[in-house]
């Protein structure tokens, strides 16, 4: 049995194959399996695009776990966008420096209190067309003023992690710095991807364990 990570994304496939690294199954993508998928994420929810990226392959591929998550960015002062919009939040033509761009300037003048966003991961695992789980992860934080760094990918040039004392023993920097200025080591622990993924780490390693 395999773990199959519904995602196209490189970025994504290797923060999860780190998060995971430890758990025993062999974890593949959607780039190496022979069928190809052509996935519609247009659902209203993170769940409803997580399930529409993951339910197609599960079908198919009934032997192996399929795990599959929707993600994006959520901004309190723009009620919430661009939620579910956050990959082509800049029109048919997006990269992912127009859309912080975007973000940038629709939040210009606003104050630091009101720059409050997270990032939220929905993740499911599936198997034979069949939901066995369903987790979220979340890190809140805030809207820099400006771009930077250049680890990472996506919104991470333009979020603050809100610093904290986390369980891990990770303590987030004492200056502002963007997750793209922090290691991916660092992100790795910290992240909505992190907490959502450690969950099902210790879900399989329970299951699977002999
Ligand atoms: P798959 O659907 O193939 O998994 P995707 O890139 O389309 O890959 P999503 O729809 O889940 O992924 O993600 C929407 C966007 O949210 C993504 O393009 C990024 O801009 C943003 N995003 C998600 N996770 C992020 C992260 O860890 N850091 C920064 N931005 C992130």
């Given at each position: ?76 002062y ?29 939040l210009e003048g606003v104050k630091?209190?009101e720059r ?27 809207i ?67």
């Amino acid at each position: 049995m395999k773990l199959i990570v519904a995602t196209q994304n490189k970025s994504k496939l290797k923060e999860i194959r780190h998060i995971l690294s430890g758990v025993g199954i062999k974890i593949i993508s959607l780039n190496e399996l022979e069928t190809k998928f052509n996935i519609q994420e247009n659902g209203k929810t993170f769940f409803a695009n997580a399930v529409k990226k993951t339910l197609p392959v599960s079908k198919i591929y009934k032997e192996d776990l399929i795990v599959g998550e929707d993600s994006g960015l959520v901004v309190k002062y723009l009620n919430g966008r661009p939620g579910v919009y956050s990959k082509r939040y800049s029109g048919k033509n997006w990269t992912y420096l127009k859309n912080n761009l975007k973000i940038i300037k629709q939040l210009e003048g606003v104050k630091q209190k009101e720059r409050q966003a997270y990032f939220l991961c929905c993740l499911v695992l599936m198997k034979n067309g069949k939901l066995i789980k369903k987790i979220d992860g979340r890190v809140n934080g805030f809207i820099n003023k400006e771009i930077k760094g250049k680890n990472g990918f996506g919104y991470d040039p333009i979020f603050c992690p809100v610093r904290k004392k986390l369980s891990s023993g990770v303590c987030l920097p004492k200056y502002k710095k963007t997750i793209a200025q922090l290691p991916s080591a660092v992100k790795n622990k910290i992240s909505h991807r992190a907490f959502a993924f450690n969950k099902l780490k210790t879900h399989l390693l329970v299951r699977f364990s002999d």
